[in-house]
């Protein structure tokens, strides 16, 4: 376990020391030989040429002339399936141990990310977003070991705990200025009225941001994805919207009603076409709420090894969230409704999102595995489904030319895996090797690292894990 002196500012080398093992650091060159590719480009796996990366970019695939002298060779083997690093565009890092309010775990979770393949990560709303930035650039310095972390900066609102519902449009500028300049490069909207996020909208492009949102059927003061589509929203979470949800009623009462095959479910989808919207389903999320059913949320790791002793004492099932029925008919209604858009045309439009904050049940990290586990079990191909979690994730935000396949020219994130899992999606959680930036990681030393440090070490740190927004 981490010593509690290193954890208010976990650096590499207090990671290391702790696990007992570390990254090969990015060395002039490393060479990753054997084993199978699939690079996203495709939607095939062929043998892997050999992988050359060098100050963490890929620079070449297979027989080349460059000199790799000194390099660090790790061969794979035959059964071994190079993939592009997963991207999760809602990626939690909020915890709720004792009911008071989430607030951001940053000690276990960077690792747990990295370890389960997740090399970038977005936090689509943040309760701390001091905190949260703070990590950010401590991840980039090379200071800490983590998934590159497109953090998003507080909710923009009524979702944030204190929000002014005085806001202005001109303040929302204002504001999304004060951000932009802290290095914040994509935005989160909930619970947010019309005026307010055309405003965000409007500003975040000015920056070269993006913004997604969590929104409603336009009931009260809420706003329907169709009409934030229309305002130039780049991605939508959760609800594709359109007539689908009337404003008659909030988006959670008449989701359940609307089926594929109705013509405002072919409108919508056309709409998101036209606009090239991306879509964040967050499937699993709603069978996290529901009833949780084996097939996604059994034979898992035990969340518990990577919790403190102390927490491990005071945490008891009494403490998890109970299931919501009704979010349990949303998670079968999602599988129907994102084949549909699937096969509608729109795959190229559906991203990998979690949306998974902790009760102590489960942790997020894992939850990039649910979802494509969800993809599959809705009847998406397995090979689609690792591109809406590469190649459409990397587009959606603006990264394409640098992420989301294993090319020549890209950044050098990816990871390796034992097993096929274009045969059995399920091969993707064997997670034997992690790249990002080109540093490259043994996946489980990630999780030794992790083992035993999320959460306080006593009842007096305890504190630290309830709302304290400004910090």
């Known amino acids: 376990m981490i010593p509690a002196r290193c954890r208010p500012v976990v650096a590499l080398l207090c990671i290391l020391l702790a696990a007992g093992v570390g990254a090969v650091q990015a060395q002039s060159m490393t060479v990753l030989r054997g084993g199978r590719l699939f690079d996203a480009a495709d939607t095939t796996l062929t043998e892997n040429p050999g992988l050359v990366v060098r100050a963490g970019k890929i ?202 095959d109705e013509p405002a479910f072919d409108r919508i989808t056309q709409h998101f076409r036209e606009h090239d919207v991306y879509f964040d389903a967050t499937i699993s999320a709603y069978g996290y709420y529901g009833t949780r059913d084996a097939e996604l949320y059994a034979d898992w790791p035990d969340a518990q090894q990577y919790f403190t002793p102390y927490l491990r004492s005071v945490l008891t099932e009494d403490d998890y969230q109970d299931p919501i029925s009704r979010f349990q008919r949303i998670f079968e209604l999602k599988l129907d409704r994102i084949q549909a858009f699937y096969e509608a045309g729109a795959g190229s439009l559906i991203t990998l999102g979690t949306d998974h904050p902790s009760w102590g049940e489960y942790l997020a990290p894992f939850g990039v595995h649910r979802e494509l586990q969800a993809f599959v079990r809705a009847g998406i191909p397995e090979a689609a489904a690792l591109r809406m979690a590469t190649v459409n994730g990397a587009r959606a935000v603006g990264m394409g030319d640098r992420l989301g396949t294993v090319e020549v020219g890209k950044w050098a994130d990816l990871f390796v895996v034992r097993g096929n899992p274009l045969d059995d999606i399920r091969n993707a959680r064997t997670v034997e090797w992690v790249m990002v930036r080109g540093d490259l990681h043994r996946a489980a030393a990630l999780r030794e690292a992790a083992r035993g440090v999320v959460g306080p070490e006593g009842a007096e740190e305890a504190e630290a894990f309830r709302p304290d927004r400004g910090r």
């Open 59 to 260: 620079v070449a695939r297979g027989a080349t002339e460059l000199d790799t002298t000194g390099a660090r060779i790790v061969r794979l083997d035959a059964d071994h399936v190079v993939l592009p690093g997963l991207i999760d565009l809602h990626a939690h890092y909020a915890v709720d141990f004792f009911g008071a309010g989430r607030v951001e775990e940053t000690e276990g979770y960077p690792l747990l990310y990295l370890a389960n393949g997740a090399t970038t990560t977005f936090t689509a709303g943040e309760m701390q977003p001091e905190k949260m930035r703070r990590v950010r650039r401590a991840i980039e310095r090379g200071d800490r070991v983590g998934p590159r972390m497109l953090t998003s900066g507080p909710y923009f609102g009524k979702a944030r705990p204190g929000w002014d519902p005085t806001r202005t449009p001109a303040s929302i500028r204002r504001e999304v200025d004060q951000w932009a300049a802290r290095g914040v490069e994509h935005f989160k909207a909930k619970r947010m009225r019309a005026e307010l996020l055309r405003a965000l909208i409007d500003q975040a492009h000015r920056h070269g941001a993006t913004v997604t949102g969590h929104l409603g059927s336009g009931s009260g003061q809420s706003v329907n994805p169709r009409t934030a589509i229309d305002m130039g929203i780049d991605r939508i979470e959760h609800f594709l919207g359109g007539a689908q949800l009337p404003d008659t009623a909030g988006a959670y009462d008449s989701l359940p009603t609307a089926t594929p």
